[in-house]
């Protein structure tokens, strides 16, 4: 199946610091790619649609200012969470669909990424 | 908002036993997802079912779906260890064919 990478894995950052995580689709394109949020033992949430070349789209609730999601190439997708708080720790996940090679819509992730805000 | 509801929310089984788990959701679908997650690693996709399929097979894993009753389960047969994480099902929003998930299954496989 497709490769989608996010990097880092995990990252440790004081509260007021900015952390950006990257998602990378390997082998495809990806002109739309999902951030979702999944808090321990919970489901995961979506926060948003990022969309290559124009403006994300968020989920109601969901803080634009807060999550700033740039998606300027068709294989990298950036989630910045800004000003962070201990509330934002989490584990972070993108996704992207890989509609070609005969692919149905299913959604490809990433390994994820810890956030801890001390 | 989650679409998908799962149950149980937890399960503990025997190596070698079936396990079972359940999906409801709520609004019409195209076709529905399983995916797979172990702790603290990103999700697999394992198998998708359209809205036209009733029974789908893939390996040890059988999907059933019923529109009607708008509910999925995923089996597995014959659990392995290595079979312990977290089952998600997942439907499609309609208004924005966004990916939703359900809160998911926790499967233990003892030895």
């Known amino acids: 199946g497709a490769v989608v990478s996010q990097h880092p894995s995990w990252v440790i950052c004081k509260s007021g610091t900015s952390v950006k995580i990257e998602c990378r689709s390997l082998d495809f394109q990806a002109t739309t790619m999902f951030w979702y949020r999944q808090f321990p033992k919970q489901s995961l949430m979506l926060m948003a649609t990022s969309n290559e070349g124009s403006k994300a789209t968020y989920e109601q609730g969901v803080e634009k200012d807060k999550f700033l999601i740039n998606h300027a190439s068709l294989t990298l997708s950036t989630l910045t969470v800004t000003s962070a708080h201990p509330e934002d720790s989490s584990f972070y996940i993108c996704s992207a669909r890989d509609w070609d090679r005969g692919n149905t819509g299913e959604l490809f992730f990433g390994e994820g990424s810890r956030l801890t805000v001390l | 908002s989650q679409q998908g509801e799962e149950d149980p929310q937890a399960l503990s089984i025997q190596e070698g036993e079936n396990a079972t788990m359940n999906c409801s959701y709520k609004t019409s679908i195209n076709n529905l997802q399983w995916y797979r997650q172990n702790s603290g690693r990103g999700l697999v996709h394992l198998i998708l079912?359209?809205?036209?399929?009733r029974e789908k097979h893939s390996g040890r894993l059988r999907v059933t779906l019923d529109t009607s009753k708008k509910s999925s389960s995923l089996l597995i047969t014959a659990s392995r260890a290595a079979d312990t994480a977290s089952y998600f099902c997942a439907t499609v929003r309609g208004r924005d064919d966004k990916i939703i998930f359900g809160k998911g299954t926790r499967l233990h496989i003892l030895p």
């Open positions: 079912i359209r809205s036209n399929e």
